[in-house]
């Protein structure tokens, strides 16, 4: 029995790489826009549909092999049971040709003594019978006798010979027999051995498959949520608006280390922590910690003074994630393309 084929090896390869990137993409930032979040979220149904597929044709190909298993089962336990029974015959056949031998030892021991008592007794030459007869009948029932002796001796050995030679043949062909079933019951063990592992590799195959698909699942439906509250926030408000509570930027010259940096600014009103684990807040901006170290306070026009204290997967680059507390102010400032200025921490 074979393995599975390539093609199962990278439908499971697929599946696992289908979790790992639906984690991913459910863990991306928002500073990607709706349309990149439904275009990930497009991707991630039709590998769904593939697995789907993949999983149909893996079903198929186990139902297969289940059947071919209790076919394997059923042979296998049919070469055991004849091979047990050529067992049984062999030892009856074995035993018998040790009584038959037996007989034989026996039939040979009694003509000898026969044979010796005769010769003892001087009544070897029939002749000598025939002379020592009282009469005439006595001499041919002496001869008869002598002569029905000899020929009952001759053929008790002969088939005593007779049944030790066929049960000797007997004992050799089953011995053969039973050779060819063992030899024949070990490679239908090996192949049922092979389905039965073939069988668990497909089990775990469609487990993986199923894992997959669900994780998939819960990634697109998060990346639809965000993709419809992007879409719902204008691209960019006419006048830029502070919202009231909103920090102040410094006042005054610029100090050594300040810097300043154009990034796509994106708003967002989600609840949750940071990267460090504090709950996000007013004034709490993600960075890519590569061009924003985390600490430094920022003043961003329009919104006022923050400080980066967290990072997004798809956050990289000259791009950050503002915090607002509503999602009205979220709508309000929408993604615009400012010019921050870095103070270091």
């Not at 590998?47 to 993949?54: F, M, P, S």
């Not at 009282?134 to 001759?154: C, F, K, N, P, Y």
């Not at 502070?242 to 930027?249: D, E, H, Q, Y």
């Amino acid at each position: 029995m074979r393995g599975p084929g390539r093609g199962l090896r990278t439908l499971a390869a697929a599946a696992l790489c289908g979790t790992a990137v639906g984690g991913l993409l459910a863990a991306a930032g928002g500073a990607q826009g709706p349309a990149d979040l439904q275009a990930q979220a497009d991707a991630l149904r039709a590998r769904n549909d593939a697995l789907a597929a993949g999983s149909q044709n893996v079903l198929a190909s186990l139902t297969a092999i289940e059947s071919r298993l209790a076919q394997a089962r059923a042979e296998l336990a049919s070469f055991r049971a004849r091979s047990a029974k050529v067992r049984a015959q062999r030892r009856e056949a074995m035993a018998e040709l040790r009584i038959v031998r037996a007989s034989l030892r026996l039939s040979q021991d009694a003509l000898a003594r026969r044979l010796q008592t005769l010769y003892e007794q001087g009544n070897t030459d029939v002749l000598a019978v025939i002379l020592g007869a009282g009469s005439l009948d006595e001499a041919l029932s002496a001869v008869e006798t002598i002569d029905l002796a000899a020929r009952q001796d001759e053929d008790l050995l002969d088939r005593a010979r007779s049944s030790s030679r066929r049960l000797a043949r007997l004992g050799s062909a089953l011995a053969a027999k039973q050779r060819e079933l063992d030899q024949l019951a070990a490679a239908k063990a090996a192949a049922t051995a092979s389905l039965v592992d073939a069988r668990a590799e497909r089990l775990r195959t469609i487990a993986s498959i199923r894992t997959t698909r669900a994780a998939n699942a819960g990634a697109i439906a998060r990346l639809d949520a965000r993709a419809r509250t992007l879409a719902s926030v204008p691209a960019a408000p006419p006048t830029p608006v502070v919202a009231p509570g909103a920090p102040s930027l410094p006042a005054g010259p610029a100090s050594e280390g300040v810097r300043s940096l154009t990034v796509l600014a994106t708003a967002y009103a989600l609840p949750g922590t940071t990267a460090s684990g504090r709950p996000v807040g007013w004034g709490v901006v993600a960075v890519d910690p590569s061009v924003i170290p985390l600490g430094s306070r920022l003043a961003i026009p329009g919104y006022g003074m923050g400080v980066a204290a967290d990072t997004g997967g798809a956050i990289t680059g000259a791009r950050i994630d503002l915090w607002f507390p509503s999602l009205a102010q979220a709508h309000e400032w929408g993604s615009r393309t400012v010019t921050v200025t870095v103070y270091p921490n």
